[in-house]
Every structure is written in C-alpha cells, then in structure tokens.
C-alpha cells in the first residue's frame, strides 16, 4: 500500500515567519497535487508537480518534486494568517493510477 | 460555472439508521469520487464514479455504497450507521477520470454526518 506521510501534522508560527512542509513516500508517484482546505471548505488545488526536481512557485508558496518523484516539499515565506488552513499532499501512483492523500499539515498563522 | 454541490450539509442520524448523500458535479465533469474525512483518519478515498460506472473502490465495508446518474450527479448511501461513520464526506468532481487521473479535483463543502 502506498502511503503519503506529511511532517510536521501541526504547525503553529507568527505571521511573517517562514515554514516547510513535507510530503513522503517510498514509493513512486507519476504526479504531486498540493491543496488547502479552510474550515468549512472543501480542499482546493494549489498546485500540481509532474516532473521530477520540478519547482514551482505560487506568489510566496515554492512547491518542489522531489528528483525521484518520492517527495515534495511546500515552503511558504513570510506567512500571513491568510496562509492558515489544512495543507494535503496528494500523489497519483505510478503503479494504479489512484489519488492517494496524505494525513494534512495544520497550519495556524498567529497575528 | 457553478462549483460541486453537496446536499445536505449537515445531518444528524442515530445508529443503525442508513443515510444518502448528494453529489452535484461541475457541469462537464463526468467523473465523481467520494472521501470520507475525519481528524484521525485524515482522507480517505471511499469511490470513484465515471460515465455511470465505478471504476475505482477504496477499502470500506460493503454499508457503503454509491452511484452516478446519465447526468453525472451521484450519490451515495451509508447503511447500518455506526458511531465511527461520523465524519465529513466530501465529493469531488474531475474532468478526467478512470485511470490513470491526473486531472484537478474539484471538491465540494462537505456533508457532515454525526451519527449519535
């Protein structure tokens, strides 16, 4: 069974700092979604990541594939409490083909 | 275009009941998967529905069940409710589907079931 392991499960920082996130796996992943959900919401897509060492960047958030498609990571920089929300990484199987999440990162920007 | 639309939000039920929920997709969108979220758990897939037909299934007891319509909307129904059942069910809809997905998913705000 292939599993999405994400660390660290909470996070709680000041606004401005900055924060990673990881996500891994010992298998790999044909391609990487990263969501956020706010309470009360359904998960939305942040960002997809296909080839491996790919980064991409969305305003302050950098997301990276890991080089063998195994990892990734979410770095934010300078945090606003807008960023607090349930960040979920979820890799598409190489082998099936089927979406697999990850446990979610909680992530609390404090004022 | 109008999002994924789940009815109903919220909804109370005691043990032993059953329960169906609603699934609206994004117009266009013929593939429809469920999760069943909880604190513990994190997401967990339940199934995947594309052009009326299942074609992924997570690993749940047969109580679960769904189904998807000609018009792409889809439901799914939970019988002999047990206390960990409670939880928010999210349906998410992609334009593609089956296997291999690499399309976005599309998530809907939710039904949350408290079964007491």
């Known amino acids: 069974t292939q599993l999405l392991e994400q660390s660290p499960q909470f996070l709680s920082i000041q606004e401005g700092e900055n924060l990673t996130v990881y996500c891994n796996s010992s298998s790999v992943f044909s391609s990487l979604q990263w969501y956020r959900q706010e309470p009360g919401e359904g998960p939305v897509l942040l960002v997809t990541v296909v080839t491996g060492g790919e980064v991409k960047k969305l305003k302050r958030l950098t997301f990276q594939f890991g080089d063998a498609r195994k990892d990734s990571s979410l770095h934010i920089t300078a945090a606003q409490t807008g960023d607090t929300g349930l960040y979920l990484c979820a890799g598409i199987s190489g082998n099936t083909g089927k979406l697999i999440f990850g446990q979610g990162t909680t992530l609390q920007v404090k004022p | 275009k109008a999002g994924v639309t789940q009815t109903p939000r919220y909804l109370i039920k005691t043990r032993g009941q059953q329960v169906t929920l609603s699934c609206s997709p994004i117009?266009?969108?013929?593939?429809v998967s469920w999760y069943q979220q909880t604190p513990g758990q994190g997401l967990q897939f339940l199934f995947e529905?594309?052009?009326?037909?299942?074609?992924n299934k997570g690993n749940f007891p047969g109580r679960f069940s769904g189904r998807q319509f000609s018009n792409s909307r889809s439901e799914m129904n939970v019988s002999t409710l047990e206390l960990g059942d409670s939880a928010l069910y999210l349906c998410?809809?992609?334009?593609?589907?089956?296997?291999?997905?690499?399309?976005?998913?599309?998530f809907g705000e939710g039904s949350r079931l408290t079964v007491l």
């Open positions: 117009s266009g969108h013929r593939s």
């Open positions: 529905y594309f052009s009326e037909t299942q074609r």
């Open positions: 998410a809809s992609s334009y593609y589907g089956g296997s291999p997905n690499t399309g976005e998913l599309f």
